[in-house]
Each structure stands twice: as structure tokens, then as C-alpha cells.
């Protein structure tokens, strides 16, 4: 159920990048579903193997509808990937913005109205 609910908050976050940059929400919404589910998919597929390794014994008896500290981490670990993505994304998309000369061609038809 809180995954859910952080995928919900982490596309309606990545929206919000698309709608302040011109961008399609939808396409940066569901790239920050991938980020958390890959993140997720990941790191339980990483621990089912180092407990395979380390303890195959523990795997008959693994419960995935509880709260434990692994999945927390787990969850703080996705959220801090979705994030640092955030950030790569909207420090790409503010220099796209810089890069665009529409300021600069209005002005030019401007000056030569006066």
C-alpha cells in the first residue's frame, strides 16, 4: 500500500516537471513509475541473492506482505533515486531553456520595428 502511494506522489512530482517545462506529463510521469519499480526490483532481486548465498535455508520462509527494515531501506533507497533523477532532469531541462534563442529573435524584430 505505501508503494502506491509513493508512486503516485513520484508521478504527480514528475508531472509538475513536465507541465513548468513543456514536456508530456505522462512520459516523465511513468519514467518516474520505472525509476522506483526498477530501484525496487533491483535491490529485492540483489538481497534475494546475497540471502541465497549467504543462508539458502531463510528463502522457504521469506514473507513479502510485511513491514521489515529491509523493505524500508528499500523504499528510502527508491525514493533517493526517483529524487536524484528529479534533479538531473530539471537541471537538463533549465539549460534546454537557456539554449533557446526566442528571446533573442524577438527582440532582434523588435529593434527594427522602431
Known sequence: MLSILIL???YRYYAQLAE?????????????IGIYLGTQIIL?????VYKGITDPATLENVNYTGYSIINIISWLISI??????YQLLEKKFKRENLQK????IDEIGG???K
Not at 44 to 48: F, H, K, L, P, R
Not at 80 to 85: D, F, L, R, Y
Not at 101 to 104: R, V
Open 44 to 48: 529485492g532481486v540483489g538481497y534475494g
Open 101 to 104: 534563442p526566442l528571446i533573442e
Open 80 to 85: 533517493a533515486a526517483v529524487w536524484g533523477i
Open 20 to 32: 513548468r517545462f513543456g514536456k508530456t506529463k505522462w512520459h516523465l510521469g511513468l519514467l518516474a
Open 111 to 113: 529593434s527594427s520595428r
Open 8 to 10: 503516485i506522489g513520484a
